[in-house]
């Protein structure tokens, strides 16, 4: 990890950027990006990028939460985040879709090739029955083409965003309720977060999502929350009062 250098520079509120993190003297490297590679503040690529890609088949699918989480990576580290992972999640069939499995990959854990399929830098593969998809925010390609060479999609069904941050503005104002609401992005961050609780045990992990623990596992159990610093804890009254 990079040094603690003393004063923060004037347009850095270095104690406001620590947020609830423990308090260190300023450190060149962190701020702006570097952050999400330590322990500290971030949690590598899956807690960087793991929301917005696992967001496809979890909107898709109707997913909620996992019931078993197994992660393949380096050793872990108490600074550092891995430089790559494979994160199996478990999910349990229900009334929206049967029981699967949702395979992250990352880094140098990135497999060239899935089922046959040359893989892209980044985007998610569906594999079904009686095809595949690969996808990304802007484009979508079925696999084997000569199968579906004439598929003719359905019209859109979804209102092109007017972007995250504009949603948010005009929900605050009261002209509109943003596509990814808490009830849906809290279930996806907790899954995308469980893969690297379960890198840092070393262990498969069952998971209660109805008790928010996991099922015979104290020290994973211990993982899901942290200490805040001074001055940063939650106020779990007010937090009931919203």
């Known amino acids: 990890m990079p040094k603690p250098q003393g004063e923060a520079p004037d347009n850095v509120d270095w104690d406001l950027w ?15 990006a570097s952050w999400r590679r330590y322990r500290a ?4 690529t899956l807690g960087d990028m793991g929301c917005h890609y696992v967001d496809l088949p979890f909107w898709a699918l109707g997913l909620h939460l996992p019931s078993s989480i ?34 992250w990959y990352d880094g140098d854990r990135s ?14 593969l569906f594999v079904g029955d ?22 003719k999609p359905a019209a859109p069904r979804i209102a092109d965003s ?12 009261g002209q509109g309720t943003p596509l990814c609401q808490f009830d849906y992005s809290g279930p996806l961050t907790e899954t995308v977060l469980l893969g690297t609780v379960a890198h840092q045990c070393g262990r498969e992990l069952k998971f209660d ?23 940063w804890s939650v106020d779990a009254a007010a937090t009931a009062s919203v």
């Open 162 to 173: 007017v972007g995250h941050h504009m949603e948010w503005m005009q929900a605050i104002r």
């Open 70 to 103: 197994v992660a393949d990576g380096p050793p872990p580290s108490d600074d550092y985040c891995p430089t790559g992972l494979k994160v199996r999640y478990h999910f349990d069939a229900t009334d929206k879709h049967d029981e699967l499995d949702l395979t």
């Open 18 to 32: 620590l947020g609830p993190a423990p308090k260190i003297d300023y450190t060149p490297g962190l701020h702006p």
């Open 111 to 124: 497999p060239k090739e899935l089922e046959g399929v040359s893989v892209p830098g980044s985007g998610v």
């Open 209 to 231: 999502a109805s008790g928010m623990v996991c099922t015979g596992d104290e020290q994973a159990t211990s993982l899901l929350s942290k200490n805040y610093r001074e001055g």
């Open 130 to 151: 009686k095809g595949m998809m690969i996808a990304t925010y802007g484009s979508y390609t079925l696999l084997p083409k000569n199968k579906f060479a004439d598929f």
């Open 41 to 44: 503040y971030g949690a590598g």
